[in-house]
């Protein structure tokens, strides 16, 4: 100890300081110097790290850790897990195709959640599920069969689809087990919505739905894909911004006999021959079904005279608030219209007009005439203020015409068609096929000599054309306008949807999203700003279509009545349809003769063959958001094995839901909301019905490419998630293992949307990179063995205690990421520790003492206690977002044959590894390392210095100063070179004059209104020839301390 250390810091100043400078014994060189070898006669005698852990990952060496990071370490928590239960239900993808990167960072989320639980002692269910229905693989197997739908029955396209799909399955989950995603695979711990157990138990929930009198069938305007032959819901559609349609204005005569037509538009067009009702449409295609032209009882209407190039005049009827919008339409009117008056809208509310096509028909004065009604839905935003309208081809139009009894209120009572079209009776027309092309029907309206030109037509490409080539010959055309738009689409297809009129099945969402409303308000949403957009959706929804027209699904069951023509679905005939598909298997609905399904009330001692021509089995199939939204279903066996709520005391979610679900963004309008609906629709106890199947709902953002671009084929920016693992053909692109992907996930806002690319992969490598260093020199360090020989935490000097606080701090700051899915914050907090609080400081200042004090120096003792505890703690934290990493270092230190690094719970550090104090003290000593370091760097610029053991640093502070600064110098004596990397310190008196050294550089700082004066200057002493300190006497072989250690 320095004789100052034992006096006050005024005594020591005033004596201590002005003996001749003290050299401290302790040397420490920077890591360049042991980058190097000492002479073998002396190598021999140094502790060098020495371990099994290789230096760079290799990604061939996963597969070696995954099976005990994966099944069998899900398998293990599932038997031996003593925690609380944590649940966390899988949304399915679609099983069609390889993993893309969005599939990569889905179940890596997921996983790293998983993982952190299980490292907390919980025991976690989780079930991987796949989507295995729908319309894609349809198509997929009849692309791949060269046939179309019709050619094969429909149990043969059922089991080629199934085929498909379970090859799809097992490809996709070879490629999410290369993910490192922890979780049994095997059947039974797996899900896929085409398995028998799964079919049935949605069933079960589409009966108590019906049950509820939420299920109803009606004819009625729905989207409708052609691409896809079917219809669609709302959330199976997608935006197109850019659409393009060729919008037209046409016009409509009026037939000024009719007699509805009011006194005063009588009077305003007395005399007037050839008045039209001008009107503009985005979807010309629907004119064919015209019922009727809208307006708005509210506006006013201005009548003008329009003349043509040919001096022809005619009348023309539109929204005087469209005026000066319709005078902008370029050529719409060739010379300027004269108004000749104006009419309320109610005065044109009763009036009739003739059918815009009437004239191509071989008996126009066969075809009635057609009303104008009142409508608010009509405004002055657009068009011309009077709406032509369809009810086939648009929801308003129906609504207003049923409202108005033009057409049907009741539900049309309609077998179940291959392709929907209008039934016979029904008073809506209609004149397209599920194939969205024009019917024969269509003669009907333009005539037989022109229907050929539209029969099988497409109706948004050839049809549509012809039909503006009918208008301009029926002299009914002003304008053609190209008009950019929004317009949905088919999610699945991305080609364009029309409305269009069919009988499908419907679930009444009015009389329950309220509940669902309200079952949200429980529900912690991650980010919270995602909640807006499920309750919106939810708000904007009053019903949902549930059938399609495919057979690759599951049925719905339902029977039609061919007599009266009406379909049956009810609690008594599903409840007999279950118990013979529980008998049998759902797929027997397709097989089976229908007499199997007719329940005794109504077979009216009919016989099987007579039951056959009265009855027919529905083919509607159920949209597969019903199918994967009933995923919560399964939870029932889980907690009725588990007890029930006994579980988690009176909590209801613990007797059905799940503690999370994480999908992208897009699932806010698909699988959350077809969750909620499905749980609630057919919750048959008040204490469920208000109850989400899910506490917290984590949403992600898309994946782009580098430059922010949407992954497409076409632009070939796509990053494939196995490539990014196993590399590119030829390997032009570099193999990373599935460590560097999952960090990448980690280092990501996964609440926004992200990018990755080949410069963002090496980031994270290098990220991974430096961590797996930090980790590999601690292993050589240990030896690749716990350290045994430990000292209490009272005998750890200012360093190390600052380390182990440091080390809590990171272990607090993550255990808070993990708990929030803030994962950047956890590695952000890892990286910092492992290069700067690691790397940058306690390595370097403590490998001298690692390499060549004696090995069971009290000082290498408290390293290696620091070390051990710093190794198992930080692969504890980052084991969850690289368990490959971390289980290589958990093998290495505890042997290939140890369990799993997760067997055993991460626990929080003890209170008493927080030490503020060491930080205080530490930030005062980095502040003058740092002025040591630029003093040195400039040493280095100007040649006299190489390597920083050739240096000595002489810190002068006035006799006058008293502080703590002081005393912490004197406390910390053996810290102090080893800290600035030189081979000696002195601490002077300004006072005292000493000899000038060969060269020095000096500058001053201030700590706590302490002054002290740092130069640098030659080391006093030779270089040791074992551990490159100039700390050897001349003369001497050897240093002192390395003296000891060999003759020890």
């Not at 520790?833 to 390499?851: E, G, H, P, V």
Request: contains cysteine; proline residues 6%; glycine residues 6%.
């Amino acid at each position: 100890m320095p004789p100052w250390s034992l006096l006050s810091a005024s005594s020591r100043l005033s004596s201590a300081l002005r003996c001749s400078c003290r050299w401290l014994s302790t040397s420490s060189p920077r890591s360049t110097a042991h980058d190097q070898q000492p002479p073998q006669r002396w190598a021999d005698t140094l502790h060098l790290p020495k371990t099994s852990f290789p230096l760079y990952n290799e990604p061939s060496a996963d597969p070696k850790v995954r099976e005990k990071t994966t099944e069998a370490l899900y398998r293990w928590q599932w038997e031996n897990a003593k925690g609380p239960l944590f649940v966390f239900l899988d949304g399915p993808p679609y099983a069609n195709g390889d993993l893309h990167m969005g599939h990569a960072l889905n179940k890596i989320l997921k996983d790293i959640i998983n993982r952190y639980r299980v490292s907390q002692g919980h025991r976690v269910y989780y079930h991987p599920g796949w989507d295995c229905h729908g319309l894609p693989i349809e198509n997929k197997v009849l692309k791949q069969l060269g046939v179309e739908v019709n050619e094969l029955t429909p149990s043969q396209v059922r089991a080629e689809a199934e085929k498909y799909a379970h090859k799809e399955v097992a490809s996709q989950m070879a490629q999410f087990r290369e993910l490192g995603v922890m979780a049994d695979w095997s059947p039974e711990t797996t899900y896929r919505t085409l398995d028998p157990d799964y079919e049935l138990r949605q069933l079960e929930i589409f009966k108590a739905m019906v049950e509820k009198g939420l299920i109803y069938r009606q004819h009625r305007p729905v989207h409708y894909s052609p691409s896809s032959r079917s219809a669609l819901a709302e959330a199976e559609l997608v935006y197109n911004e850019a659409h393009v349609s060729h919008s037209v204005y046409v016009t409509f005569q009026l037939d000024p006999s009719s007699s509805g037509t009011s006194e005063s538009l009588r009077s305003l067009l007395a005399g007037k021959d050839n008045v039209g009702m001008l009107v503009w449409t985005t979807t010309p295609w629907t004119l064919t079904a015209n019922m009727a032209i809208a307006v708005n009882p509210e506006m006013r209407y201005r009548v003008v005279s329009v003349k043509d190039e040919s001096d022809r005049e005619s009348i023309l009827v539109y929204a005087v608030d469209r005026d000066e919008a319709l005078r902008q339409v370029p050529g719409l009117f060739p010379f300027s219209p004269v108004v000749l008056g104006e009419i309320e809208g109610s005065d044109l509310v009763g009036a009739s007009y003739r059918p815009i096509f009437a004239p191509l028909h071989e008996s126009p004065s066969a075809l009635s005439s057609l009303p104008i009604i009142a409508s608010s839905h009509v405004t002055s935003d657009s068009g011309t203020g009077l709406v032509h309208c369809a009810p086939a081809h648009g929801a308003e139009d129906f609504a207003v015409m049923q409202a108005l009894g033009l057409i049907s209120s009741s539900p049309t009572k309609t077998l179940a068609d291959a392709t929907p079209t209008l039934s016979k009776g029904s008073e809506i027309v209609c004149h397209v096929n599920g194939l969205g092309q024009f019917t024969e029907d269509v003669a009907d309206v333009v005539g037989k000599d022109s229907a050929p030109e539209l029969v099988a037509k497409d109706i948004l490409s050839e049809g549509g054309r012809a039909i503006v080539g009918l208008l301009t010959k029926v002299g009914a055309l002003k304008k053609v306008q190209r008009f950019k738009h929004r317009y949905p689409y088919d999610w699945k297809t991305d080609k364009p949807v029309i409305t269009l009129a069919t009988s499908q099945w419907f679930a009444n969402l009015d009389n329950i999203k309220d509940d669902a409303i309200a079952a949200l308000q429980d529900v912690k949403f991650v980010p919270a700003i995602s909640r807006n957009r499920l309750e919106s959706f939810v708000r904007s929804r009053s019903e949902w279509c549930i059938s399609r027209q495919r057979v690759w699904g599951v049925p719905i069951p339902a029977l039609y009545h061919v007599p009266s023509n009406t379909a049956v679905l009810d609690s008594d005939s599903l409840e007999h349809i279950l118990s013979v598909l529980r008998e049998h298997g759902p797929r027997y609905w397709w097989e089976g003769p229908v007499s199997a399904f007719v329940p005794p009330s109504r077979r009216n001692g009919l016989s099987d063959a007579e039951l056959s021509e009265v009855w027919q089995k529905g083919t509607d199939t159920m949209d597969v958001w019903f199918d994967s939204g009933t995923a919560w279903s399964q939870l029932d066996d889980l907690y009725a094995s588990l007890g029930g709520a006994s579980q988690d005391g009176k909590d209801v979610r613990r007797t059905f839901g799940s503690d999370v679900c994480l999908e992208g963004t897009d699932q806010h309008r698909g699988w959350f909301q077809s969750l909620l609906l499905t749980a609630l629709g057919s919750a048959t106890t008040d204490e469920r019905r208000r109850v989400a199947p899910y506490s917290t709902l984590i949403t992600h953002g898309m994946v782009l490419d580098e430059s922010g671009k949407k992954m497409s084929k076409s632009l070939g920016n796509i990053v494939s998630p196995m490539t990014v693992i196993h590399g590119g053909k030829g390997k032009k692109e570099k193999a990373y293992g599935a460590d560097v992907l999952r960090l990448w996930v980690a280092t990501v806002e996964f609440g926004k949307d992200m990018t990755i690319g080949s410069t963002v992969l090496q980031q994270c490598a290098e990220t991974m990179r430096k961590i797996r260093n930090s980790s590999r020199f601690i292993l050589g360090s240990l030896g690749d063995k716990p350290f045994e020989n430990k000292v209490a935490r009272e005998e750890l000097g200012l360093a190390d205690r600052y380390v182990l606080h440091r080390l809590h701090r990171l272990d607090k700051v993550a255990r808070a990421g993990y708990e929030g899915y803030n994962y950047p914050q956890v590695i952000n907090e890892l990286s910092y520790f492992a290069n700067i609080t690691l790397s940058s400081f306690y390595f370097d200042i403590n490998k001298d003492c690692l390499y060549a004090d004696r090995v069971d120096g009290i000082e290498r003792r408290r390293i290696l206690t620091v070390l051990d505890q710093v190794l198992t703690t930080m692969t504890r934290v980052l084991a969850p977002v690289l368990p490959h990493l971390a289980e290589e270092i958990h093998a290495t230190l505890h042997g290939p044959e140890s369990s799993s690094v997760f067997t055993t719970p991460w626990t929080p550090l003890p209170d008493d590894f927080v030490d503020p104090q060491a930080e205080e003290d530490m930030d005062k000593l980095f502040r003058i390392r740092s002025k040591v370091n630029s003093l040195l760097e400039t040493a280095r610029k100007d040649g006299v210095v190489k390597s920083s053991l050739s240096a000595d640093v002489a810190m002068n502070i006035s006799s006058a100063s008293t502080s703590d600064v002081i005393d912490l110098l004197g406390r910390e004596e053996d810290t102090l070179k080893s800290l600035f990397g030189v081979s000696g310190v002195s601490l002077c008196d300004r006072s005292v004059n000493e000899t000038a050294p060969a060269w020095q550089y000096k500058d001053t700082l201030e700590i706590d209104g302490t002054e002290i004066e740092v130069a640098v200057r030659p080391a006093a002493l030779e270089k040791c020839p074992r551990c490159w300190t100039y700390t050897r006497p001349a003369g001497d072989e050897l240093c002192k301390r390395c003296t000891d250690v060999v003759h020890a």
